[in-house]
T-cell receptor
Framework: GNSVTQMEGPVTLSEEAFLTINCTYT??????LFWYVQYPGEGLQLLLK?????DKGSNKGFEATYRKETTSFHLEKGSVQVSDSAVYFC??????????????FGSGTQLTVLP | DAGVIQSPRHEVTEMGQEVTLRCKPI?????LFWYRQTMMRGLELLIY????????DSGMPEDRFSAKMPNASFSTLKIQPSEPRDSAVYFC???????????FGSGTRLTVV
């Protein structure tokens, strides 16, 4: 089946530090990969995505590259801000039961950025 | 666009009571998903609909859970009877077609005491 494994949290960084959150996946076929962000008390928001190998998704200074050879989609940001504090979810979308693409989520990584 | 709208935002109920959570998807979206989020289990897909028809309900934990989508603009998730272990945040999400991203609602935080 499909699964996503992401770095355990929580992660605490100082403002302007470099961020990496690791994500690896297992899937049949050719999944699309996503990072979602959840701010306190809110639903999940799409942060970035990549639909094929070697694609790089980017948004708001965050980047992730779809690496088929290592089945990875690590999230990076060169300089984090306090406002980046949130829970980050890696996810994949692949054909599953019912013949429709569904999202499978990782367990989430809590990021706290200190001023 | 108002996004995916869920109600209520918070619900506190006593064990054994019936709970109904509501979701209004984005107009034009033909897929609707119900997820449950807990600290222990993360995000779990409970059920999803395509064009108002339930396609996969294998994630529904027990017969106490049921979901309906009577029309394209409304879905409900019902728990009867509720139990303390049902306490979680329940999210609804909608999507247009197979290759577009999901839009999530703000969730309903359910507490069963």
């Amino acid at each position: 089946g499909n699964s996503v494994t992401q770095m355990e949290g929580p992660v605490t960084l100082s403002e302007e530090a470099f961020l990496t959150i690791n994500c690896t996946y297992t899937a049949t076929g050719y999944p699309s990969l996503f990072w979602y962000v959840q701010y306190p008390g809110e639903g999940l928001q799409l942060l970035l995505k990549a639909t094929k190998a070697d694609d790089k998704g980017s948004n708001k200074g965050f980047e992730a590259t779809y690496r088929k050879e290592t089945t990875s989609f690590h999230l990076e940001k060169g300089s984090v801000q306090v406002s980046d504090s949130a829970v980050y979810f890696c996810a994949l979308s692949a054909i599953s039961s019912g013949s429709a693409r569904q999202l499978t989520f990782g367990s989430g990584t809590q990021l706290t950025v200190l001023p | 666009d108002a996004g995916v709208i869920q109600s209520p935002r918070h619900e506190v109920t006593e064990m054994g009571q019936e709970v109904t959570l509501r979701c209004k998807p984005i107009s034009g979206h033909d897929y609707l998903f119900w997820y449950r989020q807990t600290m222990m289990r993360g995000l779990e897909l409970l059920i999803y609909f395509n064009n108002n028809v339930p396609i996969d309900d294998s994630g529904m934990p027990e017969d106490r859970f049921s979901a309906k989508m009577p029309n394209a603009s409304f879905s409900t998730l019902k728990i009867q009877p509720s139990e303390p272990r049902d306490s979680a945040v329940y999210f609804c999400a909608s999507r247009k077609g197979q290759n577009y991203g999901y839009t999530f609602g703000s969730g309903t935080r359910l507490t069963v005491v």
